[in-house]
C-alpha cells in the first residue's frame, strides 16, 4: 500500500513540475511577443532622427529607426537571406510600405505600398518584372504606362525573340523612369501632368540562375516610337540574325569550361568570374552595341605602398570573351584595374 502511494505521489508531482514548465515557457513565449510587438508599434515620438536601436530574440533581430515622414523597422532572419523592410507612417501603425532585399542588398519579391488610409495603392513583383494598380485615382496615366510597357515589350520581342523576352528578360521597374517638360521621376512616381517621354530597363539572364542588372535600355517618345540616344547610359539594340534570336545559347558553367579548356588557371585563391557585358556603340541608333560574356581570373596584384603619398594597387587579369547568342569564343584580353 505504501509503494502504491508513493508511486501516485511521483505521478502527481511530475505532473505539476511538467505543467509549472509548459505554464513558464508559454509566459517566456507571450513575453518575447508583447516585446516584439512593443518594439514595432512604438511611434518612437521621443526618438532622434536617425538614431536606429534594435532588439534582438531567438530567431530575429529587429532594427528601427525613424525618418521625417516614416519610421522603419528592418527584420533579419538567421535562417533565411532575406531582410524585410516595414515602413509606418510617423504617429499610426499604418504600413506605409513593405518589401524585402537580399543579403546583396537587391530588392526581392513582391513590393505593397499603401495610403495613410490603409488602400492598397499598387504592388511591384520584382521577381516577375510587374507593377498593379488598384487605386487608379492616385494614377491617372497608369494606363498610359501599361501601354507604353507593351509597347516597348513588342520591340524587345522583335528584335530579339518573343522567347528571349519571356525568358531571358524582367523589366526593371525601379530602374525604368517617366517624363514630361516640367516633371521627371521613377516609373511609380505620381505625376501631376501626363509623361511624354519612358525609359525602359530590363534585367538580362545568360541562364536560368545568372541574372545581371539593366543591360537593356531604351527611350520611346509619347507616340511609342524609339529615341535614339548616344550617351552611354542609354542603350540601343544588338543586330541579331533571325536564327539566333530566341535566347543565349551560352551559358555560365559551358564558359567556365571553355576558359580554362582555352588557357585560363584557376587555384583556390583565384577562382574565375563571369559577368555578361553590354558593349556600347555610343551612336544615335537603333543598333548600338551587343552582348558580350567575359570570363576573367586574377593573375596578379602589385602594391605601391607610400605612407606619406599617393598608395595604388593594380590587380592585373586574363579575360576570355564569349558571343553568348553562338557560345563562340572570341578573343583573349589582358586587362587591370588600378585602385589608388
Known sequence: MNKLLTIIFL???ATACKQTIVATASKQTITDKQKIADFKNDFMDKVEMYKPDT???DTLTFVREKYPNVRLVKTFTKNRNVVVYD????????????LTYD???KPTGVVKQYTKKGVLEYTQDYDKGEWIVFNKKEYPFYDLQKKMKVIADS???KMYGHNFLINNTIWSISSSAIYNENESGNWTDKFEEKPT???FKYDVKLDKDNRYDDLIKFQLDSNGNFIPNQYGAIYGFENVP???KGGFKLTYEEAIKLAKQLGLTENNNTKAIGILQWENFKKPELI???FRFYVASRTKTIENIAPNGRSSRITKYEVYSFNPWTGEFIEKKNMKSVFS
Do not use: A, C
Not at 515602413?87 to 513593405?98: E, I
Open 11 to 13: 505521478i502527481t508531482v
Open 55 to 57: 532588439l534582438h530574440s
Open 103 to 105: 543579403t546583396l542588398g
Open 288 to 290: 548600338n552595341g551587343q
Open 242 to 244: 533571325d536564327n539566333l
Open 87 to 98: 515602413y509606418y507612417f510617423n504617429g499610426t501603425n499604418q504600413l506605409q510600405s513593405t
Open 197 to 199: 517621354k519612358f525609359l
Open 155 to 157: 520591340l524587345v520581342s
